[in-house]
């Protein structure tokens, strides 16, 4: 074979030197975008190096040496550097792989038809080379396309962070002004309806599950921090209800914010979605809480302290009680709530009479000292059983763990 291009060499070159021409001319037809990055006198002049770096891929195999790569490698970081697409490069080398084979055979056939025969074998070994450069291309752009996704994925956390923490500058307009500038930069709005999203640590479902957008123009940008798992919701149109909707397939608890307008109010939604979280049941219902359906449980999770007063002198002779009867008497007190004060529906959710819950409310309100029937009472009661709920130690339990229900 190396016998067989030196014999050629000359003719050869003129030859290539015509194909790089008509495939330069045939991949700007094809592919517009290579003359708004090259222009056609940088697009010949890489294909035709391509080209020759070909046939000395075939003298180098066929004395059992490897083919230089580089260059092929390096026009497949190009085109991911610019942004292009890879298959349009890879077709231009096979392209010229096929043009390649018939400068070959006319340039043998002018020379020596009768040589003809002795070509016959390099066609695989052509292939072969061609196949190593494309495998090449596609080694260089694929690397350099997933450092530049990375790259992108940090810019992108970088950039909900700045908008979740609030951290991007001190409050004021220039809050306001790199937030708008984070959320553009997000393709989000400077105004619209955004809500943020807050799920627990124990949900199973895998990052790649989460819902990235539903029908629509609702989307939902996601991160993983640290303390939890955040997603950025562009609601759209659509309402807040929407978000449980799209979270309920994932089975796992989660708290959302209040809708709000701008950029700059998206780390204060932040703070409130964690909030909400806090108010999600571990079980039973839905699992996803809006914070405006639960204000007064969340307003037992943002002041800890005076609500692990507020269990202890409320509920705590309940709570001095031998487990079993007081986990009877918070369950009952709690699904009477849940059932807004109706003896009879909680009675259906305990399966047990009427009556039976009648006399544990009653216990409930002489261990307490607090009427039922009286509202200031009962707020306090309620709000005492979601410091329950919610796990708050009082001011007597072990730091770090709450007494259990």
């Not at 400077?190 to 989460?210: H, Q, T």
């Not at 950029?263 to 703070?271: D, G, I, Q, S």
């Not at 999600?280 to 302290?305: C, H, I, Y």
Request: charged content about 25%.
């Amino acid at each position: 074979m190396e016998r067989i291009i030196e014999e050629i060499r000359e003719d050869l070159a003129r030859r290539l030197a015509r194909a790089a021409d008509r495939l330069a001319d045939r991949t700007l037809a094809e592919d517009p975008a290579y003359a708004a990055q090259l222009g056609r006198a940088e697009l010949r002049e890489r294909i035709h190096r391509s080209l020759r770096q070909a046939v000395e891929g075939l003298v180098r195999s066929s004395r059992g040496l490897p083919v230089e790569l580089a260059d092929a490698r390096a026009a497949g970081t190009l085109r991911a550097e610019q942004g292009l697409p890879l298959a349009p490069l890879l077709r231009t080398y096979r392209s010229g792989g096929r043009l390649l084979w018939t400068a070959l055979t006319e340039a043998v056939a002018s020379h020596d038809r009768a040589a003809l025969p002795r070509l016959l074998p390099g066609a695989t070994a052509l292939w072969d080379v061609v196949d190593q450069m494309t495998d090449a291309v596609s080694e260089g752009y694929r690397s350099t396309e997933a450092a530049r996704t990375d790259r992108d994925r940090e810019r992108r956390a970088a950039l909900l962070d700045a908008l979740l923490d609030g951290a991007a500058a001190p409050a004021g307009p220039a809050a306001a002004e790199a937030a708008a500038e984070a959320a553009a930069r997000l393709g989000l709005p400077e105004r619209g309806r955004f809500a943020v999203v807050v799920l627990a640590a124990d949900g199973s479902a895998r990052p790649a599950e989460r819902p990235t957008a539903a029908a629509g123009d609702l989307r939902v940008l996601w991160r993983i921090r640290a303390e939890a798992e955040t997603g950025l919701v562009e609601l759209g149109h659509h309402p807040l209800e929407s978000v449980r909707e799209l979270l309920a397939p994932l089975g796992v608890r989660a708290g959302v914010s209040p809708i709000v307008e701008a950029p700059a109010e998206l780390a204060r939604a932040y703070r409130l979605a964690a909030l909400a979280l806090r108010t999600a049941p571990e079980s039973g219902g839905p699992r996803t809480a809006l914070l405006d359906e639960g204000l007064p449980a969340a307003l037992v999770a943002g002041q800890t302290e005076l609500a692990g007063r507020l269990r202890q002198v409320v509920l705590g002779p309940v709570l001095a009680l031998p487990v079993e009867d007081r986990r009877l008497l918070l369950t009952t007190l709690g699904t009477w709530l849940a059932c807004q004060g109706s003896t009879t529906f909680a009675a259906q959710r305990l399966y047990c009479h009427r009556n039976t819950v009648s006399n544990r409310l009653r216990r409930v309100e002489q261990l307490t000292g607090r009427s039922l029937s009286d509202p200031r009472h009962l707020v306090e009661l309620a709000l005492a059983h979601a410091a329950v709920v919610q796990r708050i130690p009082g001011p007597h339990a072990p730091r770090g763990r709450a007494d259990p229900k």
